[in-house]
């Protein structure tokens, strides 16, 4: 398992988070997803073997998010 923690912009409430959190955990080989809209922070532990850091981003982008 692997985390990562993206810094993403956009988020302004809890909504967001749980946005977030709903499109990244729908990925197969992710079991935690926490997202953080006051400090622009998503941290994803993943298994790299089932599912890849830029398929994390999409996911996060396709909500209308910018990960930077």
Same mark, same amino acid.
Request: aromatic share 2%; net charge negative.
């Given at each position: 398992?692997? $985390? +990562? *923690? %993206?810094?993403? &912009?956009g988020? $302004?409430?809890g909504?967001c988070?749980?946005?977030?959190r709903?499109? #990244?955990s729908? %990925?197969?080989g #992710?079991? #935690?997803?926490?997202?953080?809209?006051?400090?622009?922070?998503? +941290? #994803?532990t993943?298994? +790299?073997?089932?599912?890849? %850091?830029?398929?994390i &981003?999409?996911a996060? $982008?396709d909500?209308?998010?910018?990960? *930077?």
């Amino acid at each position: 398992m692997r $985390t +990562e *923690t %993206l810094e993403v &912009r956009g988020m $302004t409430c809890g909504g967001c988070e749980r946005r977030i959190r709903d499109a #990244v955990s729908g %990925l197969p080989g #992710v079991a #935690v997803v926490v997202a953080e809209h006051i400090g622009d922070e998503v +941290e #994803v532990t993943f298994d +790299e073997s089932a599912v890849g %850091l830029d398929d994390i &981003r999409r996911a996060i $982008t396709d909500e209308g998010f910018a990960v *930077t």
